[in-house]
């Protein structure tokens, strides 16, 4: 098995303060995060201008990298508050901002001149003609169209003057990355200014039009038709392929979910890229850290475009059963250290019962399983059966674990 020197940076999304220090202390190499205004996940948490500048601060003093997204499409009348927004910014040390519209790109290299910028999924780069284009502009890396083969991604690392970075878990739109009109025609949301209302996943009827009030169901499995739902994109078990195209930076999307999922994805591609790194991804590690990713609730994976090959083919055209699959619940994070019961103080974030098998993740470690046979109340000290969500409590016999730690719970 071959060593790779150089491998890529991985980089996750955090919707939140609390995430990106999860997701640093799981691995990741960056964190893109969004600010208030002009990026793809305005309906998430999002980080206030403070916020931003604990983002910058915390993640440098890790020695991490972390990327602003402005990478929504800009009305107009909008160019007005964008001005104000960049200003607004201009002070605090991103390593990269995202971009995907020329108007943006200009207006941040008026503002701020020596920006690097990163042009987003969002402006369908397929080709390394357009690569070397965004490059001639002052661009420093382009995260391609994710409807790339791994040939032709090679290709464009090869003949790219600038860093290239892909997608290689997430969610997947039905659209080309950056031009679905979906949402906006069917709920008045614009996914093109991060108010997707995921209309794709939504379920759907035969309708004839003689007859507006009978909604004839088109089954694919029990629970309905979902004929423009896709499927999750997972290139784990490829990824040794992804790292020989030559990309830079590769990437998770994810910027409305949790910690739990944020930190379990980082932990796993991390894994997966340091044994790539001493030419150790063997068939067994990758087994095994297939089986730790399963763990978070996701639809059926898809390596998306990157093989078309029989089996990869299939995966495309098939939508069948891609609703959620989950086989753990989130169930806590560590608060702190009970010295007198020995034993970690957790917050609950579902409920939790005596009897239940947990499965605790620590930064940098292998998860334990752990079967729960004593509850305390942190406050009253007394035991319980059941903890319900928010309750602190105490869990018995599982000894010192670190910080950051997060318990689920095996469905
Ligand atoms: S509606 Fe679906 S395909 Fe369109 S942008 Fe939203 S998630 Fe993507």
């Not at 991103?94 to 999924?121: C, M, N, Y």
């Not at 003609?129 to 994710?146: D, E, H, P, T």
């Not at 209309?199 to 629970?223: G, H, I, M, S």
Request: net charge positive; aromatic share 10%; with cysteine.
């Amino acid at each position: 098995m071959i060593e790779h020197k150089n491998i890529p940076e991985l980089c996750v999304p955090a919707g939140n303060l609390n995430i990106l220090k999860y997701a640093i202390a799981y691995g990741a190499d960056a964190v893109y995060i969004g600010g208030g205004r002009f990026n793809l996940r305005t309906m998430g948490d999002n980080f206030n201008d403070d916020e931003l500048s604990q983002a910058v601060e915390y993640a440098h003093s890790n020695r991490r990298k972390v990327y602003l997204a402005l990478n929504a499409v800009i009305d107009e009348s909008e160019l007005g508050e964008l001005e104000k927004y960049i200003n607004n910014i201009k002070n605090l040390d991103f390593d990269a901002l995202i971009i995907s519209d020329p108007g943006v790109f200009q207006k941040v290299k008026e503002i701020i001149p020596g920006a690097r910028i990163h042009i987003s999924t969002q402006a369908s780069t397929s080709n390394h003609q357009s690569v070397n284009f965004w490059g001639s502009l002052g661009a420093s890396r382009v995260n391609l169209a994710r409807e790339l083969s791994q040939g032709d991604i090679k290709d464009i690392c090869r003949l790219s003057n600038i860093e290239i970075e892909v997608f290689i878990h997430g969610a997947l739109c039905i659209s080309y990355s950056g031009r679905c009109m979906l949402s906006k025609y069917m709920s008045g949301r614009d996914a093109n200014k991060g108010l997707c209302s995921h209309t794709c996943r939504w379920k759907y009827y035969l309708l004839e039009e003689k007859r507006p009030n009978a909604y004839f169901p088109v089954y694919q499995d029990k629970r309905g038709t979902y004929i423009y739902n896709s499927r999750d994109l997972c290139l784990l078990a490829e990824l040794d392929k992804v790292v020989e195209t030559g990309a830079r930076s590769l990437k998770v999307e994810g910027r409305m979910k949790t910690e739990n999922y944020v930190s379990r994805v980082t932990w796993v591609y991390r894994q997966a890229l340091d044994l790539i790194k001493e030419g150790k991804f063997t068939e067994q590690k990758k087994s095994y850290l297939l089986k730790e990713l399963d763990k978070t609730t996701h639809r059926t994976y898809t390596a998306g475009f990157m093989f078309l090959d029989g089996k990869h083919n299939l995966e495309l055209t098939d939508n069948g059963n891609v609703g959620y699959l989950r086989k753990y619940r989130f169930a806590g994070n560590v608060e702190s250290f009970s010295e007198k019961y020995d034993a970690p103080v957790i917050k609950a974030r579902n409920q939790i019962k005596k009897g239940d098998v947990l499965d605790i993740m620590q930064p940098g470690k292998n998860p334990i399983k752990f079967t729960l046979s004593e509850i305390i109340d942190s406050n009253s000290e007394k035991q319980m059966e059941v903890a319900n969500t928010n309750a602190s409590i105490i869990i018995k016999g599982l000894g010192k674990i670190d910080s950051y730690s997060l318990i689920n719970v095996k469905l």
